[in-house]
Nanobody, 115 residues
């Protein structure tokens, strides 16, 4: 059974930082593509960043230079370091893992950036 558990969200002032964690079980983060998505109220869910099995990363233009996706293979955990946060980064952030068979989603963690 695959489980993805996000943590690290919260309320932060603009310009601040947060680090989100996605603890995985039943799926190996180092051999599958892992993504961070976000969904703001009234908007579609959008890809924020991903990391593939080779370690290549990809970022949405809106977060390039501010967010960093990484993984700890020993802990089977994926991280999203978010710096220079803006009010428009406010959203529920979701972790997603994709195997050759299907994709799995976590329950999400709320990030709120106050101006």
């Amino acid at each position: 059974q695959v489980q993805l558990v996000e943590s690290g969200g919260g309320l932060v002032q603009a310009g601040g930082s947060l680090r989100l964690s996605c603890a995985a079980s039943g799926i190996i983060v180092s051999t599958n593509t892992m993504d961070w998505y976000r969904q703001a109220p009234g908007k579609q869910r959008e890809l924020v960043a991903d990391i593939d099995r080779s370690g290549r990363t990809n970022y949405a233009d809106s977060v390039k230079g501010r967010f960093t996706i990484s993984r700890d293979n020993a802990k089977n955990t994926v991280y999203l370091q978010m710096n220079s946060l803006k009010p428009e980064d406010t959203a529920v952030y979701y972790c997603k893992g994709t195997t050759v068979f299907r994709s799995y989603w976590g329950q999400g963690t709320q990030v709120t950036v106050s101006s």
